[in-house]
């Protein structure tokens, strides 16, 4: 397990939890002892300009995810197209996504790696999206004593991904995206 000295915030979304996603990043302080992984459910062929329209709403600076890229404090990096993402001693791995795997299973597979290689360290944020991806890569991180936050279905446009999160039994906050934004900048304040 890497020893990294902030907290990795990891966020999940799907179909309608951009506006979410957005409201979160423009809630958190300028300076936060975390970076903010985003992985966001997207088709092979999609041109993703999700990192253009968050750097709109937030003064932290916002990449598209490299790499072997090192995780820096203070930043958020978005995973492009094609892509999967996971952390490995405080790194960003890329690798392109197969053809015969399903992009619903993206945010299990960074939340898990997330789990593994940060411990108490790690923070899981599941947005709203079709499907259950994310719950059991949140269990990951709960198990392993990461916080684990799921947005309130009542305010997701599409509650599933959120709501499977919650009946794992594994979520430690279910709350609006404004609140979100609050007990994170609780959380992770320097």
């Known amino acids: ?26 809630g958190l302080p300028l300076k936060a002892n975390a970076a903010f992984l985003i ?3 997207l088709a092979p062929a999609y041109r993703s300009r999700l990192a253009e329209r968050l750097q709109n709403f937030t003064k932290i600076k916002v990449n598209v995810a490299e790499h072997n890229q090192r995780i820096k ?3 958020v990096y978005v995973l492009a197209e094609g892509q999967m993402m996971t952390v ?3 790194n960003i791995l890329l690798r392109d996504r197969n053809h ?6 993206a945010v299990d597979i960074l939340f898990k790696s997330m789990a593994l290689d ?9 947005l709203s999206g079709l499907d259950g991806d994310g719950s059991l890569g949140a269990t990951q991180i709960n198990l392993r004593g990461g916080i ?11 509650p599933s991904m959120p709501e499977s999160a919650i009946s794992s039994g594994n979520t430690h906050f279910v709350l609006s995206p404004e609140e979100i934004a609050s007990i994170l900048t609780e959380i992770v304040k320097e």
């Open 1 to 26: 397990m890497s020893i990294v000295p902030f907290y990795i915030v990891g966020i999940g979304l799907s179909i309608g939890g951009v506006d979410p996603l957005c409201e979160i990043l423009s």
């Open 39 to 41: 992985i966001q459910h």
């Open 73 to 75: 404090c203070n930043q």
């Open 88 to 90: 490995e001693n405080g």
């Open 100 to 105: 015969d795997e399903t992009v619903n299973k």
């Open 118 to 126: 940060l411990g108490n360290r790690a923070i899981s944020v599941i």
């Open 148 to 158: 684990t936050i799921a947005q309130l279905p009542a305010t997701a446009q599409f």
